[in-house]
């Protein structure tokens, strides 16, 4: 990784500017960096017409211009890849690995098995696997709306290397942790998404209306989900998982809930495929999610 001189703005590219990517934008953008906005060509439309408005419960509300693109025409210190796991394939044909030969890629998705797909696009180095703990949502192209009040980064890899790209994300307002386990990293953010995921989209309910009302459930799913992620790796806690679903609002929504709420493909493969698929060959018995994505799959 070549990280831009620390006296002089970033280009940052954001592929997939929806709740995470926007919401990153903006905060970038506000801070002084150069964005881009690489995305299909109704987006690319909004955003040359106006700013990106972001409505924000920790940030508050704001709007800064961003460029767009339907592509990325120039090389960029900083890409970060937002879409979606079912769109991974035809976004990364928006972003030639050319115009990322000296900078950093920064995957944002939700899952452990993207970053295979990634570094077969890019050079194996510019590859930066991250997580991040945030609720938001686009509402229409360029909007934003951020309820969570939180936005938390992890990155992998070695902290020398990435203090440049921590200190740029942190300017910008995100808390960042570096890891140096990229497969811990990964399956903590799994063992704690996938049961949020699955069972807000199975009830269509709220996490508050999951943890009351389905809490017996929610504590199975979340002992089956950290055995997993601990033989793959991270030390999981189930109790601390569960605390953590108990300070959240209770009105907090997965984003899996609102794809299928939109009628949008569910990331169903990449969250709980990836959970079942580890889950046999530790030849571990997750009975409560393989139930659940069997009944969000398609019939």
Request: proline content about 8%; some cysteine.
């Amino acid at each position: 990784m070549a990280p831009a001189p620390p006296d002089r703005p970033w280009t940052v590219a954001v592929l997939g500017p929806g709740g995470v990517g926007g919401l990153l934008a903006g905060l970038l953008a506000r801070a002084g960096h150069r964005v881009v906005c690489v995305a299909g060509e109704r987006t690319v439309q909004a955003l040359r017409e106006g700013p990106l408005r972001v409505g924000s419960r920790q940030f508050g509300d704001f709007a800064v211009p961003v460029e767009a693109d339907t592509a990325l025409r120039e090389p960029a210190d900083l890409c970060l890849v937002t879409v979606k796991h079912t769109a991974l394939a035809d976004a990364l044909a928006r972003v030639p690995d050319t115009m990322l030969a000296t900078g950093t890629v920064v995957p944002l998705l939700n899952g452990v098995e993207h970053p295979a797909a990634l570094r077969a696009h890019f050079a194996s180095r510019c590859v930066v696997p991250g997580v991040i703990r945030v609720e938001s949502a686009r509402t229409a192209p360029g909007v934003i709306t951020h309820n969570s009040p939180f936005t938390e980064i992890d990155l992998a890899g070695p902290p020398e290397r990435l203090a440049p790209l921590a200190d740029v994300l942190r300017a910008a307002g995100t808390r960042v942790q570096v890891r140096a386990d990229e497969t811990a990293m990964l399956w903590a953010k799994l063992a704690f998404l996938a049961p949020l995921a699955l069972l807000t989209t199975r009830h269509r309910r709220t996490a508050g209306e999951v943890r009351d009302r389905h809490r017996a459930e929610l504590v199975a799913l979340v002992e089956e989900a950290a055995a997993v992620a601990r033989a793959c790796g991270a030390a999981t806690d189930p109790a601390q998982v569960l605390a953590l679903y108990d300070s959240f609002p209770p009105d907090t929504r997965s984003s899996m809930q609102r794809d299928a709420e939109a009628g949008r493909p569910l990331e169903l493969d990449a969250i709980g495929g990836a959970l079942l698929r580890a889950a046999a060959r530790h030849r571990i018995a997750t009975p409560v999610a393989r139930r659940l994505v069997e009944d969000l799959g398609p019939h």
